[in-house]
């Protein structure tokens, strides 16, 4: 009786920090049962996924992040895929990135989770929290993108240019060289508003083709 008052003061201090955590925590707590079916749906998931309890509790987790990270775009299904193999493998983890589509915007969302054990040491489930990274993928991939691209013509730059060339090594490929005749004379003319306007025009009809 002693141990059973314990274990049930410990369980209603858990359930506090739970509740604290998600009252002011920007991220959010998933917890799935032994067949991988979400059972605590928190405010902040359904807020997350922009859908009903309803909808959400039941639902297997994998296949629910499958469905969203796959809707309008067919190649962004891997994250649920990884998280499957995580569940499979049994060990904790942390930071696995997932995609959904949310409304009309893609999100990216780092998981961390551990496996839920009984008494007897068997799994009941897995519980972990998911956090919102996506304006820092965004960030990351403007940085590759200003490293590899000009930010006039949206062309590639020499970095790109050279990171090409060391990739295509032992392989045969064509290298074009284009001038244009007379652009120092639009400058001269017109000023460099003027040619910056050309040679972004220039790069539109580049990347056309």
Not at 113 to 139: P, Y
Not at 173 to 192: I, Q, S
């Amino acid at each position: 009786l002693t141990a059973e008052a314990e274990s049930t003061r410990q369980k209603r201090v858990v359930d506090m920090l739970l509740d604290d955590f998600q009252e002011n925590a920007r991220d959010w707590l998933w917890e799935i049962d032994a067949d991988g079916r979400l059972q605590h749906v928190s405010p902040r998931l359904v807020d997350a996924f922009g859908l009903s309890t309803d909808v959400l509790r039941g639902r297997s987790l994998v296949e629910l992040l499958e469905d969203a990270g796959t809707r309008g775009d067919s190649g962004q299904g891997e994250g649920a895929a990884h998280l499957a193999l995580a569940l499979s493998g049994g060990n904790a983890f942390r930071d696995l990135h997932v995609s959904a589509l949310v409304g009309e915007r893609r999100r990216w969302w780092a998981l961390s989770g551990k496996r839920l054990f009984d008494d007897q040491g068997r799994t009941l489930g897995w519980r972990g929290v998911g956090t919102d990274v996506t304006r820092s993928r965004q960030q990351n991939a403007d940085l590759v993108r200003l490293a590899n691209v000009d930010a006039l013509t949206g062309l590639a730059n020499r970095h790109q240019f050279h990171t090409s060339l060391e990739g295509a090594e032992g392989r045969a490929f064509t290298l074009f060289y284009v001038d244009l005749d007379d652009f120092k004379a639009v400058n001269d003319l017109h000023g460099h508003l003027v040619g910056d306007r050309v040679l972004k025009l220039v790069g539109e009809l580049l990347g056309e083709h």
